[in-house]
């Protein structure tokens, strides 16, 4: 039982250029959420899905998309990567009454 | 539109000292609250879970309440240590929307000194 992984655990980036984050976890939960953490601003949704072929916007979508083709999987894309976007990425899944498990992070730099 | 307090921002105490961490949000008709703990660098790790319909729960020297209609929740640590020194974020899902969303505050920031 892995939980949920996160892939790739770090990545930079040139402005402009485009990346997918992957997101898988083997828990069977319904629900999975991408956050991103900058420093003094804790988590912020960016996106999240309630279940597989259905996406929704967080807080701060503006950038990002999202695609659930699996149950299992959830992927963050960035089409053309800002500095702004330099961030540490976390993926985390529940189910409807639990709290969500978080996955180990994703180290973002775009130059 | 669900939004997460999370005073003080920072908290420095001597060791063995009993404290108390607080979450607000906004909007009552959430489904459940969550408390984290974030070391530098690192994941989150949870702590203690309570839902809706629960008023604590409790977890060695860590006891969390909620009052849903006061829009709070506590966080005690009993007896505080040094390896207590992390971060600690509070989640909140859910709210009038009705969406099982994760709404967190930007965090404690503490520090137990030895």
């Known amino acids: 039982n892995a939980g949920v992984t996160q892939t790739p655990k770090f990545r930079v980036l040139k402005t402009g250029q485009s990346m997918t984050l992957l997101c898988a976890q083997d828990?069977?939960?319904?629900?999975m959420y991408w956050y991103r953490q900058d420093p003094g601003m804790g988590l912020r949704l960016i996106h999240y899905s309630v279940g597989e072929g259905t996406t929704a916007k967080g807080e701060v979508p503006d950038g990002y998309n999202v695609s659930r083709l699996k149950k299992q999987n959830f992927l963050l894309g960035l089409e053309s990567a800002a500095p702004s976007q330099t961030s540490v990425y976390f993926c985390?899944?529940?189910?409807?009454?639990?709290?969500?498990?978080f996955g180990p992070g994703t180290r973002l730099t775009v130059t | 539109k669900q939004e997460v307090t999370q005073i003080p921002a920072a908290l420095s105490v001597p060791e063995g000292e009993n404290l108390v961490l607080n979450c607000s949000f906004t909007d009552s008709a959430i489904y459940n609250l969550q408390w984290f703990r974030q070391d530098p660098g690192k994941g989150l790790t949870s702590l203690l879970l309570i839902q809706s319909s629960q008023r604590e729960q409790t977890s060695g020297r860590l006891n969390a309440s909620l009052d849903k209609s006061s829009g709070r929740s506590t966080l005690y640590i009993a007896a505080s240590q040094p390896g207590d020194s992390a971060t600690y974020l509070c989640g909140v899902a859910g709210g009038t929307s009705g969406t099982y969303k994760y709404i967190f505050g930007t965090g404690t920031r503490l520090k137990v000194l030895a």
């Open positions: 828990m069977n939960h319904e629900y």
């Open positions: 985390a899944s529940s189910y409807r009454t639990s709290g969500p498990d």
